[in-house]
């Protein structure tokens, strides 16, 4: 996962709301968006590579979701994969904190991690680059790309505001007689392929070149780019996802639906 924004309690309807794109190279083989075999209340999609995954939510109103941090151009040696941890936490009963805790001994074997958990009532902030850090996530709106939570990348930004946009459209409470929620207004957002300004840019010790093609929302390349866009929605009982998948040439090839959002 390389963009997430994230509404906490912000909204009476929504105690979650969560926008994602993950990028990834294209021939990286992955399961689409379903419940897990040997965790039947936990779903989302699962890297067929390492087994891990980018982004998994659970009937018991939990969530994890982990980007890598950017960090110059030479490949990263680690005995583990980062997407054990989301799979680890979506499937446990511990609370955020608690297995945040667990990790401090263990941080140091995967690759650079930014790594969110939500256990249906506080989330944690976890990673590993510089050191090992662990915090609460306060209330309110939130964005993380590959630095620090809350650093303002353009791609943050933009996906940061369009929530803010339409959660400021949606009502307090599930409206009987309305049509089902509209979520196209995220993913239109997230399908953003507009390149950032040369100034507006971070360095990330990878060039120009390719912070210009990693600076859109959308990242759209041959062997590299946005693979899935995921909008996460957990109202005050049930928890739902929606994950729309893309082809290297950005068109759609597959899009599901799973879990509730209201009930």
Known sequence: MCLIAFALQAHPRWPLALIANRDEFHGRPSAPAGFLTDAPEVFGGIDRQAGGSWLLASTRRRLAAITNVRAGLNPEVAPRSRGELVKAFAASVMDAATFAATLASVAHAYGRFNLLLWDGAAMRWVGNHPRFHDAPVAPGLHTLSNASLDTGWPKARRAGAALARWLATQPDAPDESAAAVDVEPLLAALADTTPAPDAALPDTGVGLDLERRLSPPFVLGDT????????????????????????????????????????
């Open 224 to 263: 590299y780019g946005t693979r899935c866009s995921t909008v996460v929605l957990a109202g005050c009982a049930g928890i739902g996802m929606l994950e729309r998948r893309f082809g290297a040439d950005g068109s759609v090839t597959g899009e599901g639906r799973i879990g509730s959002w209201d009930r």
